[in-house]
């Protein structure tokens, strides 16, 4: 048999199981910053639509935030993988985020075949947040409700949902909300079979920077204990965690580095990055 017909039939038992499920994927790094990187991931994205697999993304947007904050001459400080957010930061990140960065996905969607719409969190009522506790950074929010009515309505018409993470907060102002917390909450509400985070590293590594393939909850509490795991990654696997608790059926933590990292991930055997799993 063909190499090519291998691949298919590999792909097909994931297809079936698969079709008519929700996929939640966090976009970022450089699947979102590299030209090549970039269309292959829209592709992937209408290819799961086009096997009648609903995929909803959630995207980032740090290097371009950054590089717009420093353009304005206002810093840049994160706590735990999260950024500080004051008035002005808040009005930059949403205005990238929701602003150039939701459109450029829409479009590279679009251009490969797709049909995509762009939201942020505020439209619809989507996510709303309040002001995290225990931590003095500012309008940073973690997130209370999820509305998932406008994703549902997307969705049922053919359309590809891509999300910006600004909530509407509960005293009135913004929220600025880490991309993959806002994934994790979009995934628990819809229950979504999959909860795919596309960073730019192989995984969740270990001291010695080998990648962990599969991990549970009391091993990522001796990471983060023992700091093998901090910064931007303890967000990622508390909200697989969270996910999973939620209803999600599989979390999965990828390198986005990796040209066509969903398509391996979904529709082949091996997987890729790391499993994070139910149970204790
Ligand atoms: P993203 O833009 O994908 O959210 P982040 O920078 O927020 O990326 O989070 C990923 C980063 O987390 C990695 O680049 C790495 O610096 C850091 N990190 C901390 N601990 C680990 C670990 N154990 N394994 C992998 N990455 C880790
Ligand atoms: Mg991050």
């Given at each position: 048999?063909?190499?090519?017909?291998?691949?298919?039939?590999?792909?097909?038992?994931?297809?079936?199981?698969?079709?008519?499920?929700?996929f939640?994927i966090k976009y970022g790094g450089a699947a979102?910053?590299?030209?090549?990187?970039?269309?292959?991931f829209?592709?992937d994205?209408?290819?799961?639509?086009?096997?009648?697999?609903?995929?909803?993304?959630?995207?980032?947007?740090?290097?371009?935030?950054?590089?717009?904050?420093?353009?304005?001459?206002?810093?840049?400080?994160?706590?735990?993988?999260?950024?500080?957010?004051?008035?002005?930061?808040?009005?930059?990140?949403?205005?990238?985020?929701?602003?150039?960065?939701?459109?450029?996905?829409?479009?590279?969607?679009?251009?490969?075949?797709?049909?995509?719409?762009?939201?942020?969190?505020?439209?619809?009522?989507?996510?709303?947040?309040?002001?995290?506790?225990?931590?003095?950074?500012?309008?940073?929010?973690?997130?209370?409700?999820?509305?998932?009515?406008?994703?549902?309505?997307?969705?049922?018409?053919?359309?590809?949902?891509?999300?910006?993470?600004?909530?509407?907060?509960?005293?009135?102002?913004?929220?600025?909300?880490?991309?993959?917390?806002?994934?994790?909450?979009?995934?628990?509400?819809?229950?979504?079979?999959k909860l795919v985070l596309l960073t730019d590293v192989e995984g969740v590594?270990?001291?010695?920077?080998?990648l962990?393939s599969?991990?549970?909850?009391?091993?990522?509490?001796?990471?983060?204990?023992?700091?093998?795991?901090?910064?931007?990654?303890?967000?990622k696997?508390?909200?697989c965690?969270?996910?999973?608790?939620?209803?999600?059926?599989e979390t999965h933590i990828i390198d986005g580095r990796i040209?066509h990292a969903i398509l391996l991930e979904v529709?082949t055997?091996?997987g890729i990055g790391t499993q994070i799993?139910?149970?204790?």
């Amino acid at each position: 048999m063909s190499e090519k017909i291998k691949t298919l039939l590999e792909a097909l038992p994931y297809i079936k199981r698969f079709a008519g499920s929700t996929f939640v994927i966090k976009y970022g790094g450089a699947a979102m910053e590299e030209e090549s990187l970039k269309r292959e991931f829209a592709k992937d994205i209408v290819l799961l639509k086009y096997v009648g697999i609903n995929p909803v993304i959630v995207h980032g947007g740090g290097p371009k935030i950054n590089k717009l904050l420093a353009d304005l001459k206002i810093p840049a400080n994160f706590v735990d993988g999260l950024r500080v957010t004051d008035e002005k930061t808040l009005e930059v990140v949403e205005m990238v985020l929701s602003g150039s960065i939701n459109k450029e996905i829409v479009k590279n969607i679009n251009d490969m075949g797709g049909k995509a719409i762009g939201l942020s969190g505020k439209d619809g009522r989507l996510l709303v947040a309040k002001r995290v506790k225990g931590k003095d950074i500012g309008l940073v929010g973690e997130i209370v409700e999820v509305d998932i009515s406008i994703i549902k309505d997307i969705n049922r018409h053919g359309y590809i949902p891509v999300i910006a993470p600004i909530a509407d907060g509960v005293d009135g102002k913004s929220y600025n909300i880490n991309a993959d917390n806002a994934a994790g909450s979009i995934a628990k509400a819809l229950s979504a079979e999959k909860l795919v985070l596309l960073t730019d590293v192989e995984g969740v590594l270990d001291k010695e920077n080998n990648l962990i393939s599969s991990l549970k909850k009391s091993e990522i509490d001796t990471l983060i204990k023992n700091k093998t795991v901090s910064g931007g990654m303890i967000p990622k696997v508390s909200c697989c965690l969270d996910a999973l608790q939620g209803g999600v059926q599989e979390t999965h933590i990828i390198d986005g580095r990796i040209p066509h990292a969903i398509l391996l991930e979904v529709f082949t055997d091996s997987g890729i990055g790391t499993q994070i799993t139910g149970g204790t």
